[in-house]
């Protein structure tokens, strides 16, 4: 059965703190993705990656870092968190091409303070 | 513009009507269409997909494509309680080899 993990479901930082969101599949995709969703934006690609160490800047990475250094875990990384960034974060999966249905974690809730 | 457009809704419909989901896109090169549910407090699912004009059935649900007037459209017959949920529309867009754009989703209601 296929899994996406996320590390948190819930998680209350300070403005500034340094946050880390992981996100583990197992089921050896090539592709992860990072997205953020907000009411009335739906879903935003901050970041994704399609091999280990090989990341892509999606369309709203300013503020965000990833890592990839093993093919099951994606790391997002907030440098220095802002009220802003105050939304849900949601993980995905994806084997080979882009017809391949992608598969979501979770979500993990980020409240910024 | 919005690449990928929505109606936000709320959509409501009767239980056992048609629900009818809309999703226009900006660009003509876009090849590939999906349709994602997400449950309330859930992570969303694949339902549909579709890459060519015309329409594609499965079960009670029915994606229709139509590239010319770039949209891409979600029936629901019979609509279920069940089936209340944000629907998700996600395009690939030309340029955009790995990635999808998605929508901001619309939200239905089936009323029993």
């Known amino acids: 059965d296929v899994k996406v993990t996320q590390s948190s479901r819930y998680l209350v930082k300070r403005t500034g703190e340094k946050v880390f969101l992981e996100c583990v599949q197992d089921?050896?995709?090539?592709?992860m993705f990072w997205y953020r969703q907000d009411p009335g934006l739906g879903l935003r690609l901050i970041y994704f990656?399609?091999?280990?160490?090989?990341?892509e800047k999606g369309d709203i990475p300013e503020g965000y870092s990833v890592s990839r250094e093993k093919k099951e875990r994606f790391s997002l990384i907030l440098e220095s968190a802002s009220t802003n960034q105050t939304s849900m974060y949601l993980c995905?999966?994806?084997?080979?091409?882009?017809?391949?249905?992608?598969?979501f974690g979770p979500g993990t809730r980020l409240t910024v303070l | 513009q919005k690449e990928v457009e929505q109606n936000s809704g709320p959509l409501s419909v009767p239980e056992g009507a048609i629900a009818s989901l809309n999703c226009t896109y900006s660009?003509?090169?876009?090849?590939?269409f999906f349709w994602y549910r997400q449950y309330s407090g859930k992570s969303p699912e694949l339902i549909m997909s579709?890459?060519?004009?015309g329409d594609k059935e499965d079960g009670r649900f029915t994606a229709q494509l139509n590239k010319a007037s770039q949209y891409v459209s979600l029936l629901i017959r019979d609509s279920q309680p069940s089936d209340s949920a944000t629907y998700l529309c996600?395009?690939?867009?030309?340029?955009?080899?790995?990635?999808?754009?998605f929508g901001s989703g619309t939200q239905l209601t089936v009323l029993p």
């Open positions: 995905a999966s994806r084997e080979g091409q882009v017809y391949n249905e992608q598969f």
């Open positions: 089921m050896d995709h090539e592709n």
């Open positions: 990656s399609y091999d280990v160490k090989m990341k």
């Open positions: 660009d003509r090169g876009s090849q590939s």
């Open positions: 579709i890459y060519s004009n």
């Open positions: 996600a395009v690939r867009v030309s340029g955009s080899a790995r990635q999808l754009t």
